[in-house]
């Protein structure tokens, strides 16, 4: 049997049955199935996995959701949406794609690369409340 070889890894994982409150910040994928709330920091990739819900302000390179969203979404490169992702907030990014059967409520902006960078650093800069 030949191996294939894949240069794509999680770095970081919110299981099913966790619960994170607070700031996140990492330079690798990282996949939520569980439960977040507060602010999200990526360079890389962020995915929101079917079963995974989180109340945030997530910034990152690539975000893919797949489960639900309640806050604003900022991606640098891009926004995917699958058809079981849910998102009650903003979207910033330099492109979006949204499958068919997304629930989407909240307004979504395209950018040019300059912009979103100088959105994503005004935003990385703010201080978020979470309760």
Known sequence: MKKI????????????????KGIFSTDG???IDGSFKGKINSSGKVIIGKSGKAECILIAKVIVVGGTVKGDII???K?????TGEIIGNIYSTSVNM???VIFNGSC???TKEEIKE???IKKKESYEFS
Do not use: C, T
């Open 5 to 20: 070889k894949s240069n794509f890894s999680i770095n970081s994982i919110l299981g099913d049955n966790a619960h994170f």
């Open 29 to 31: 994928p990282f996949r």
């Open 75 to 77: 991606a640098e490169d």
């Open 79 to 83: 926004v995917i949406v699958l058809k």
């Open 99 to 101: 499958d068919d059967g």
């Open 109 to 111: 902006k395209i950018y």
């Open 119 to 121: 959105l994503i650093n």
